[in-house]
């Protein structure tokens, strides 16, 4: 793989990733079941997720070859769990790619009502994905820097809705939002949760960085930092805007309509659609690393582990990915992949934060990589908060987890002949 991001390229790709198009929703679904304690919860979400970024942080430190959490897991307890982890990371990342590109149809639709059914739907659907696929095929480092673009635009009207919005707070009104009657703890914690979802993928890409072993864990580091202020300041902005803001649809688009007129609700509109795009962006980018780290040891066809003569890039794994989602964003049966997202962001968490300690101990730690303080204290903390999400979790999404992983067992017993993979080196 050629070795062409840089360190603050990455930095971008990380929080590209993060902020997708939950910020535009989460005012409103984080105080309709939190109400005004919702902002204090939106900076104590942040500081629990810290302890997982912590984490994947410190495992990075350890590699500089594609695959995340799938190769850290393997290193630590095997290969069985090792692809458990990342076939159930994959599939998020499947669905994941189905229902962005859904999503920003539906996002289009407000303001090309044709996007909404029929051939625009359509076309809404698969033009993007189709560029995307191609841009990344052509090079990761168009792919970051792509990423790079998206997260820009993505960000700026966010920027716009807090510099100009906090001027217009009302505190009492900020402070005295009720949240509504069906509103649960369990919703809450996962809602948050999932807001700040999506840095396990930032080292997946890993042999494609200039220096992944330094630059991943600080990337996720100044990600986490970036991405907790931004969000806590939007929440507190929407509730002290916008009157009635648990029943709100498009919160960030009404809250700004008010304080900025008409242009402010368009700008946080397409701030949205751009939103999507670019979490789909990087989901098209880290999504295939998984299935070519999977392949190079053997799980899955051989054509998955090769890379572009000329580019570089993993384009078997790429346009495979993509012919998967498309038809499911087509079809709508992606909503039922999606909810195995819940239980394998999960895996992919507690199988790293549970793997750091082990890797401590069978690998030599690069000189100056990152090292978490406090020994085992926040590893161990990390994978008891993902005991805890997944107690929060729907029975639904623990049956498909469930099925999933039976899936993954049967799928294992079919790997490819060590012969095969020796192949491939």
């Known amino acids: 793989m050629r070795r062409a991001v840089s360190r603050w390229e990455l930095v971008g790709f990380s929080i590209n990733d993060v902020i997708g198009s939950g910020v535009y929703l989460l005012p409103a679904a984080a105080a309709a079941n939190l109400g005004s304690a919702s902002t204090g919860a939106v900076v104590l979400a942040g500081l629990a997720v810290l302890l997982l970024v912590l984490c994947f942080a410190e495992a990075a430190s350890y590699f500089d070859k594609p695959g995340s959490a799938y190769l850290y897991t393997r290193e630590a307890f095997g290969e069985l769990v090792g692809f458990q982890v990342g076939w159930m990371t994959w599939l998020a990342r499947v669905a994941s790619v189905a229902s962005l590109s859904v999503g920003f149809s539906r996002a289009l639709g407000y303001l090309w009502p044709g996007a909404n059914e029929g051939l625009g739907q359509s076309l809404a659907i698969a033009i993007p994905l189709l560029a995307l696929t191609a841009i990344n095929v052509v090079g990761v480092k168009s792919g970051a820097r792509t990423a790079v673009f998206l997260a820009i635009t993505k960000t700026v009207p966010l920027l716009v809705f807090i510099g100009v919005g906090i001027f217009f707070v009302s505190a009492p009104l900020a402070t005295s939002v009720e949240p509504k009657s069906t509103g649960s703890l369990g919703a809450a914690v996962l809602l948050l949760l999932f807001a700040y979802a999506g840095f396990e993928n930032t080292a997946a890409p890993a042999g494609e960085f200039k220096n992944p072993r330094r630059d991943v864990p600080f990337a996720l580091i100044v990600q986490i930092g970036v991405v907790t202020l931004i969000y806590t300041a939007v929440q507190w902005v929407a509730l002290g805007t916008l009157p009635g803001v648990v029943d709100a649809k498009t919160p960030l688009a009404d809250a700004a309509a008010r304080f900025l007129g008409g242009w402010g609700g368009l700008m946080m509109t397409v701030g949205g659609a751009l939103s999507i795009l670019g979490t789909n962006s990087n989901t098209v980018l880290a999504g295939p690393r998984y299935l070519y780290a999977l392949a190079r040891d053997g799980f899955g066809p051989a054509v998955l582990a090769t890379l572009h003569p000329r580019f570089r ?27 195995l997202s819940v239980v394998a962001r999960l895996a992919t968490y507690f199988g790293t934060a549970v793997a750091v300690p082990v890797l401590r101990r069978k690998l030599q730690q690069p000189a100056n990589a990152f090292r978490i303080p406090g020994g085992p204290v926040i590893p161990i903390a990390a994978a008891s908060l993902c005991v805890v999400f997944a107690l929060s979790a729907e029975k639904k999404n623990l049956i498909a987890g469930a099925i999933a992983l039976g899936v993954g067992f049967v799928l294992y017993r079919f790997q490819r002949r060590p012969a095969e993979k020796v192949a491939l080196e």
Not at 316 to 333: D, K, R
Request: aromatic share 8%; no cysteine.
């Open 313 to 339: 890039t993993p384009t078997a794994a790429i346009l495979v990915q993509t012919g998967i989602a498309l038809p499911l964003a087509f079809s709508g049966s992606f909503e039922v992949l999606a909810t």
